[in-house]
T-cell receptor, first 114, second 116 residues
Framework: GENVEQHPSTLSVQEGDSAVIKCTYS??????FPWYKQELGKGPQLIID?????GEKKDQRIAVTLNKTAKHFSLHITETQPEDSAVYFC?????????????FGQGTRLTINP | NAGVMQNPRHLVRRRGQEARLRCSPM?????VYWYRQLPEEGLKFMVY????????ESGMPKERFSAEFPKEGPSILRIQQVVRGDSAAYFC??????????????FGDGTRLSIL
């Protein structure tokens, strides 16, 4: 089955700097790659996603890049702010009908230092 | 996470009791997914349902766990004869039905289950 590895497990950056979180996956047939932000006591919140026919997607301070050949994708947060502090999860979904489960990475705890 | 409603938010049960977790998907969504999250870990898929059908239960333990999504009413995740290892946060997600794949899944705020 699909295996997703996420790094780093913890990340601490100064406010205003950039943060990058990386994920690798094993199934080359996977075609949907969302990123979620989870705050304490809350459910995961979808912040950005990318499909396999696109190499990069940007939404204000957040961007995701996908390298299908190497089977890895990354989340980039620029101009970080204290409210960006949270746990971030990458996920991968296959393209087989009926097998639409998300396989999650282990999570990255991001801390923004003021 | 307005939209996907889960209740209760917290549930305490003693070993051997039954736990029932409820999930109402976002309006217009007919696909429901259940995930389990242990402390300091990622989410693990349990089951995927459409109205009155279980589509994929590959992540569901074979015993004591069951799920349903009836024609009317919320989806229910049922755990019988709970054990301490069932303590976790259980999240429900829903997605629209228009696309086969690449459907964004939107999560509720979960049910924190504690077993005494």
């Amino acid at each position: 089955g699909e295996n997703v590895e996420q790094h780093p497990s913890t990340l601490s950056v100064q406010e205003g700097d950039s943060a990058v979180i990386k994920c690798t996956y094993s199934d080359s047939a996977s075609n949907y790659f969302p990123w979620y932000k989870q705050e304490l006591g809350k459910g995961p919140q979808l912040i950005i996603d990318i499909r396999s026919n696109v190499g990069e997607k940007k939404d204000q301070r957040i961007a995701v890049t996908l390298n299908k050949t190497a089977k890895h994708f990354s989340l980039h947060i620029t101009e970080t702010q204290p409210e960006d502090s949270a746990v971030y999860f990458c996920a991968v979904q296959g393209n087989i009908q009926g097998a639409q489960k998300l396989v999650f990475g282990q999570g990255t705890r991001l801390t923004i230092n003021p | 996470n307005a939209g996907v409603m889960q209740n209760p938010r917290h549930l305490v049960r003693r070993r051997g009791q039954e736990a029932r977790l409820r999930c109402s998907p976002m309006k217009g969504h007919s696909h429901v997914y259940w995930y389990r999250q242990l402390p300091e870990e990622g989410l693990k898929f349990m089951v995927y349902l459409q109205k009155e059908n279980i589509i994929d239960e590959s992540g569901m333990p074979k015993e004591r766990f069951s799920a349903e999504f009836p024609k009317e009413g919320p989806s229910i995740l049922r755990i019988q004869q709970v054990v301490r290892g069932d303590s976790a946060a259980y999240f429900c997600a829903s997605s629209p039905s228009e696309r086969v794949s690449g459907q964004p899944q939107h999560f509720g705020d979960g049910t924190r289950l504690s077993i005494l």
